[in-house]
C-alpha cells in the first residue's frame, strides 16, 4: 500500500538548489543498467582505491543503481561509502558478480575497523564461486565490518559472510558488531570471527556459527542453542519499528522518498511477500544540500520553510546549531554525511514533534568543547508519540579521530516513545596521529543519556567514555544487542572511581527506574594502566520490573591485574588477565 498523505506537510516549491533534474552532487555516482560494465567497475574500483585506506578521510561517495541487471559486477565500498538501489523493492536492482562487498586489511583480512560504510535496497547475485581458502561451490558475498555499518533492504542470493576468510593462518581476521535488518538472504550467514551482531526482521535459511553476542529480533528461521553454549538472544517479534527512508527512481526519472509505516510486532523483512504500507514524498518537499555551499544559516533556512533536507556525502561545518521542529521531517544522509560544530555548540537540536526520521548522518564534535552533539526534544518533554514516533536510523556520535575534539554527551533523548535503529556513539580509541586522543585530549563524559520513556533501542554500540557510556533515567526503555568497549585509557584507578567502587558501569539504569528491558548485552575491557578494574559492567536498581537476559563480559586484552570483576550489581564472575576471558549471566 502506498500512501501520498502528508499530514501537515504542504507540497512546497522547488528550491534554488533542487533543479530538475534533480542535482545530488559530483559524489553521488549515478549508474544505470545501460552503461558499460567495465566503465561501472573502473569507476568503483578508483574509489574503493581512495576510500579503502581513508579511515579518517574527508572524502565523502554514495553510489545510485538505477533499476535493472548489473552482471559481472564487483562493488567492494572503503570507508564512507554507501550504494543504495533505487527500485521500489530490493529485487528490482540485482549486481551480479562479486556482489556489494566489504573486505578486511590485507594480508589477514582484519576487519575491526571497518566503519562508517552501509548498503541498502537492492538484491545481489554474487558468483565468486570456489575463492582460496573457502568452502568450495559456494556463492559468497563478503561483509566483513563492525560497528557504523548497516546492510538494509538486502536480498542476498547465496552466502552471507561477516568476516574475512581471505585467511592466512595467523588470527587476524576479526571484525567486531555489525547490523542486518529488513533483508532476506536465501542460504547461510557464515559469521566465523564476528564477535558480536545484531539482526532484525530478517530472514536467513541458516545461521550455524557465534562468538560472543549474536541477537535476532523480529527475525524468521532463528538459530537456537542454550545460552551460552550457543550465543544466541532469540526475540520472537520486533515490538515496535518504522524502516529506515530511502530514495527510488520511477520509470519517468523522477525521484522520491519512500517512508514506511509504523509496525508492531512484526517478523521478517518488510517488503517479502506483501506490498508495503509506505508514504511517498516527491523530491520537490527536500532540501538538497551541499558542503561545498551550504552553511547552518541555509540549512536552518530550509528547516525552518518546512522542507525535508538530504545531506548529499561531504562534511558541514556549523557555526551554530541546526534546529529540526516541524513534525514527520525526514533529513536523510548519504554517503555518510558528516556534521561537525566549529564554535563549541550543540550541532542539532530536536523539537518534541512526532514523526521526525533522522538517517545516516555522522555528528562529529569539534576543536572545542559541545555540551552535546545531539538532542532530541527538550528538557521536560512530555508529548505521547506512541503512534508516530521519532527514529534515528544509522546514526554515528564521534569524538575525536579526524582531529582533536571535545564534548560533555554524545547523545540525549529527552522524548517519549524514541526508536534507534543501529546507533554508535564513540569516544576515538585510535586516530588520524596518535597526538588527536587522549584521556584529555578528546574528553567526553558519557555516550547516551535517555530521559525520555519508552524508548527502545535495536543495535545499540556505546564505546570509550569517561565516565558512564549509557545512564538510562527514563521508564519502560528496552534495548536488543548492546556492545560496549569500556575506555581503555584510563590513566590510574584513583582517576576512575564513584561511590566508592571502581569505574564506572557501562550501562546504568538509574534508582527511579521500576521497569526496563534489555536483551544480548556484552561489555568488554582492555585497559592500558596495570591495576585499573571495573567493578561492575551493569548497575541497576532493586526494582522486579527490571529484566535482563544473557549478559556478557569479555577481557579483550590489557596490562595485568585488570578486568571487570562482575556483571551486575555484584553479581557474575570476573573476568581478569584472560582467567576467564568471558563471564556469563
Excluded at 553454549?229 to 526475540?235: D, L, S, W
Excluded at 575525536?400 to 546507533?423: F, K, M, Q, R, Y
Excluded at 548492546?482 to 561511590?499: A, C, F, G, L, T
Aim: glycine share 10%; aromatic share 8%; with cysteine.
Amino acid at each position: 500500500m502506498t500512501s501520498n498523505n502528508q499530514g501537515d506537510q504542504a507540497v512546497l516549491p522547488p528550491t534554488p538548489n533542487n533543479p530538475n533534474p534533480v542535482d545530488f552532487g559530483p559524489n553521488v555516482i549515478i549508474f544505470d543498467p545501460s552503461m558499460d560494465v567495465g566503465s561501472i567497475q573502473s569507476r568503483v574500483n578508483d574509489i574503493l582505491t581512495q576510500q579503502k585506506p581513508n579511515q579518517f578521510g574527508e572524502a565523502r561517495y554514495a553510489f545510485f543503481f538505477k533499476p535493472g541487471s548489473y552482471n559481472n559486477l564487483n562493488v567492494e565500498i572503503g570507508y564512507y561509502t554507501t550504494v543504495h538501489g533505487l527500485g521500489h523493492s530490493p529485487d528490482e536492482v540485482t549486481i551480479t558478480g562479486g556482489g556489494v562487498q566489504s573486505g578486511g586489511i590485507p594480508p589477514n583480512g582484519l576487519a575491526l575497523n571497518n566503519f562508517w560504510r552501509g548498503v541498502e535496497n537492492l538484491a545481489v547475485h554474487p558468483t565468486n564461486d570456489g575463492q582460496p581458502q573457502t568452502p568450495k561451490n559456494l556463492n559468497i558475498n563478503l561483509w566483513a565490518v563492525s560497528q557504523a555499518t548497516y546492510m538494509r533492504r538486502v536480498h542476498v542470493k547465496g552466502v552471507l559472510f561477516l568476516s574475512d576468510f581471505h585467511y592466512d593462518g595467523t588470527g587476524g581476521n576479526y571484525s567486531s558488531g555489525g547490523f542486518l535488518a529488513d533483508s532476506l538472504v536465501d542460504t547461510s550467514v557464515i559469521s566465523r570471527t564476528q564477535q558480536q551482531w545484531m539482526s532484525r526482521n530478517t530472514n536467513v535459511a541458516e545461521w550455524p556459527e557465534g562468538v560472543w553476542n549474536m541477537v535476532f529480533v523480529g527475525c524468521e528461521n532463528t538459530p537456537s542453542g542454550p545460552w551460552p553454549q550457543r550465543p544466541y538472544t532469540v526475540v520472537n517479534t520486533t515490538p515496535l519499528i518504522r524502516e529506515k527512508p530511502y530514495l527510488v527512481i520511477d520509470k519517468d526519472g523522477k525521484y522520491s522518498v519512500r517512508v514506511p509505516h509504523l509496525r508492531r510486532d512484526s517478523k521478517g523483512p518488510s517488503w517479502s511477500g506483501s506490498n508495503e504500507a509506505v508514504t511517498s514524498l516527491p523530491i520537490n518537499q527536500f532540501y538538497i544540500a551541499h558542503s561545498n555551499r551550504d552553511n547552518a544559516d541555509t540549512l536552518n533556512a530550509a528547516l525552518q520553510q518546512g522542507h525535508h533536507l538530504i545531506l548529499t556525502p561531504g562534511i558541514y561545518r556549523l557555526d551554530k546549531t541546526l534546529h529540526v521542529r516541524h513534525p514527520n521531517k525526514v533529513i536523510l544522509g548519504l554517503g555518510m554525511a558528516t556534521l561537525t560544530p566549529t564554535t563549541g555548540t550543540p550541532i542539532m537540536k530536536v523539537a518534541d514533534v512526532p514523526g521526525i526520521s533522522l538517517s545516516g548522518i555522522i555528528f562529529d564534535a569539534g576543536p572545542t568543547n559541545s555540551p552535546i552533539l545531539l538532542e532530541v526534544g527538550q528538557p521536560g518533554s512530555s508529548a505521547d508519540h506512541s503512534t508516530n514516533p521519532i527514529a534515528l536510523f544509522d546514526i554515528v556520535g564521534r569524538v575525536g579521530g579526524p582531529s582533536v575534539a571535545s564534548a560533555t554527551v554524545c547523545l540525549t533523548i529527552n522524548s517519549h516513545h524514541v526508536l534507534l535503529d543501529n546507533v554508535w556513539l564513540w569516544r576515538a580509541d585510535h586516530a588520524e596521529k596518535s597526538e588527536y586522543v587522549g584521556w584529555d585530549t578528546n574528553p567526553c563524559q558519557n555516550g547516551l543519556i535517555v530521559n525520555g520513556n519508552d524508548m527502545t533501542a535495536y543495535g545499540l554500540f556505546v564505546e570509550h567514555f569517561l565516565q558512564y557510556q549509557t545512564i538510562w533515567n527514563g521508564e519502560r526503555g528496552s534495548t536488543y544487542m548492546y556492545q560496549s568497549e569500556i575506555p581503555y585509557d584510563v590513566p590510574s584507578q584513583d582517576r576512575w572511581m564513584q561511590n566508592g567502587e571502581k569505574g564506572y558501569p557501562s550501562y546504568k539504569i538509574s534508582n527511579n527506574v521500576t521497569t526496563h528491558t534489555g536483551r544480548g548485552m556484552g561489555i568488554y575491557c582492555n585497559f592500558l594502566k596495570d591495576g585499573v578494574q571495573l567493578d561492575n559492567a551493569i548497575e541497576t536498581p532493586n526494582a522486579s520490573g527490571i529484566d535482563l537476559q544473557h549478559l556478557i563480559t569479555v577481557w579483550l586484552d590489557g596490562k595485568p591485574w585488570t578486568g571487570i570483576n562482575h556483571i551486575v550489581n555484584g553479581r557474575g564472575g570476573a573476568v581478569l588477565n584472560r582467567q576467564p576471558m568471558t563471564a556469563t549471566l
